[in-house]
């Protein structure tokens, strides 16, 4: 009768059970609650750093480092959700506290930069990428060099970063967009229409990326809307920004024409496409 009772008691939990197999190792069960809890604290740092809200994120990172002031990676995560938060200069100065640290990473580095260049701080992001041996591929790092290069008008070395950074991930299509509007900034509308329609088979809910399309479709006066997925809303949307690209080049009637469609698309009042068509027939009228 005593065996249905001395099963149930090592079946209580992991560190139970560790204790009917190895009686009297008071160690060792504290051991075990220790992985537990660190488990739980790594599990936690990760949904706060992805799924839980920007600030409650930075609240909790900067108790946990000002408890434990020697835990680099708690400072790590507080750089993080900095960044997240929409706070990139504390962001820097985070990071930059990091590097001063023995446990600093080329990793680190590159968060850095990151935060500087979302600080607008490109002078300064350039430096701390230039302190990154080259050995360090990672396409984090490569997207934050194309960015640098573009910042300084220097296209083939742009190019050649993005076409790496693009190497180096699954999910390529925030970099092709990027490398996109780098080719539309320079006036090449035929290679930047290529890069946004190759982002939109990565993810075909990108809508950056099919605004972009649109005005590398109407700077080369192609005033019909490319064959991608959109919602209604969506279309109405595009073909507002059509309207602008072709009136923006002096093709006026055919502009009105698009700002006309766009609110008869529109599921609901659009207030832009209909200010943008009063300002268009007043000018005419005037005219």
């Known amino acids: ?5 001395l099963v ?44 839980g809200d920007p600030d409650e994120a ?10 434990q002031p020697d835990r680099i990676d708690l400072k790590r995560g507080l750089g993080k ?11 820097a100065r985070v990071f930059a506290e ?6 600093a990473t080329d ?31 990672t396409y984090k790092r490569y997207r934050l060099e194309a960015m640098v290069a573009d910042s300084n008008e220097e296209w ?25 509007y780098s080719k539309l900034t320079r006036g090449d509308f035929a290679g930047a229409e290529r890069l946004f329609t190759e982002a939109l088979t ?5 809508f950056t990326a099919k605004n972009n399309l649109v005005l590398a479709r109407g700077a080369q006066r192609k005033y019909d809307l490319p064959i991608i997925a959109m919602t209604q809303t969506e279309r109405a949307q595009l073909l507002h920004t059509l309207a602008l690209s072709a009136i923006k080049q002096g093709d006026v009637q055919t502009g009105s024409a698009l700002l006309k469609e766009a609110i008869d698309t529109h599921p609901q009042h659009f207030e832009a496409a209909v200010r943008a068509l009063r300002a268009l027939e007043g000018g005419v009228s005037a005219g």
């Not at 990565?202 to 990108?206: A, I, P, R, T």
Request: net charge negative; aromatic share 6%; hydrophobic share 40%.
């Open 1 to 5: 009768m005593r065996h249905p009772i």
């Open 8 to 51: 149930t008691l090592c079946l209580g939990g992991a560190v139970a059970l560790s204790g009917c197999q190895r009686p009297g190792s008071d160690a060792e069960v504290t051991r075990a609650i220790a992985d537990v809890n660190v488990i739980d604290e790594a599990n936690l740092n990760d949904i706060m750093l992805t799924v």
């Open 58 to 67: 930075v609240a909790y990172f900067r108790r946990a480092s000002k408890s």
């Open 81 to 91: 959700a900095l960044v997240r938060a929409r706070k990139a200069p504390e962001a």
């Open 98 to 103: 990091i590097l001063d640290s023995d446990e």
């Open 107 to 137: 990793e680190d580095r590159v968060d850095l930069a990151d935060a500087h260049i979302r600080a607008g701080d490109w002078a300064k992001a350039e430096r701390v990428l230039d302190t990154i041996p080259p050995t360090f591929e």
């Open 156 to 180: 083939d070395r742009a190019d050649s970063f993005y076409e790496t950074a693009v190497s180096l991930t699954t999910k390529p299509s925030g970099v092709l967009n990027n490398w996109g």
């Open 202 to 206: 990565y993810d075909d809910k990108l």
